[in-house]
């Protein structure tokens, strides 16, 4: 399977590349400066002709965007952790998870200029677990606060009209678009266990923590296919070993989109994020090659 989702993502970054020789075809918009009699539309902020002449009126120009978003990933997690050399396989549903939760927070945010655009996304899970302790000690428990955060910066190389809608007494232009998109991950593990020594009545803390920057590249296709639905696929493949970065990592989402109003939105879709980071070797080996998997439900409004 992995290798399957590799393949596709090197597919979707070719297609970036070939679309700078489709940009000049003549069957893309052109630019209003072309023939400034026609009516105008957007293009991720960029101004365009539209085909044919609309029946109703133009949308009211705007050059910046930003969408906010706040999103829950129903995650499971498979794969392999290394501590001083010993493998421990993972494989923890989302109920299990859920049942372990203290709190959580996973949002995104985009500001688009024209062609360009620069996301945030981040994931905050706090979770804890309650463990029994070994001799001399009555109970304890492992709290785990975990982090991710990606910064993106995306350039629209491609975009094509599909179709209008009307919005109100404007006439609205649905398009395809697809961006190339550098950036880099934060990965951040805080891990403490605490044991309860009853003869002393004083907790023992053990805690450890960890962060690293992976960067990557991607790419993003949107195809806006009627009045109120989206659909969208983003995937990137990174980390390449460089530094103190995963050996590889790598994330692809699909996603469908429901407008309610213009702005307000609602989306539903699936998406999968995979590390692979072991250093080390035989004892000394430690880190995680794992997988987190699974649906995403959200709520954003774009303005």
Known sequence: MRYTILALLVCLLASVAASSALADDSSLLRPLS????????????????RYGAPTLNTAPRQSWHVTLAAYLWATDISGTSYADGVPTDIDIAFDDL???LESAFMG???????????AVDASVVNLKNDVAGPVGFVSGDV??????????????????????????????????????????????????LTLNRPTTGTPV???TDES??????????????????????????GGFGIEDASELTWQIQAMVRFHITRGLFVAAGYRALDVDRVEGSGASQNGIDATYHGPVIGVGYRF
Not at 108 to 118: A, D, G, I, N
Not at 212 to 219: C, F, I, K, N, R
């Open 143 to 192: 709290t785990l606060d975990q982090t991710i955060v990606d910064l993106r910066l995306g350039y629209t190389a491609l975009c094509r009209q599909v179709g209008s809608s009307q919005w109100g007494s404007c006439c609205y232009p649905r398009f395809m678009t697809l961006d190339g998109v550098v950036g880099a991950r934060n990965w951040s593990f805080d891990q403490e």
């Open 98 to 100: 859920f049942d372990k």
């Open 108 to 118: 995104y945010v985009e500001v688009q200029y024209k062609r360009w655009s620069f």
């Open 205 to 207: 803390s053990v805690s």
């Open 34 to 49: 072309a023939q400034a009699d026609e009516p105008w539309v957007q293009c991720s902020g960029q101004e365009y002709v």
């Open 212 to 237: 690293w920057w992976d960067p990557y590249v991607g790419a993003r296709w949107r195809w806006q296919f009627a009045k109120r639905w989206g659909f969208s696929l983003y995937g990137d493949i």
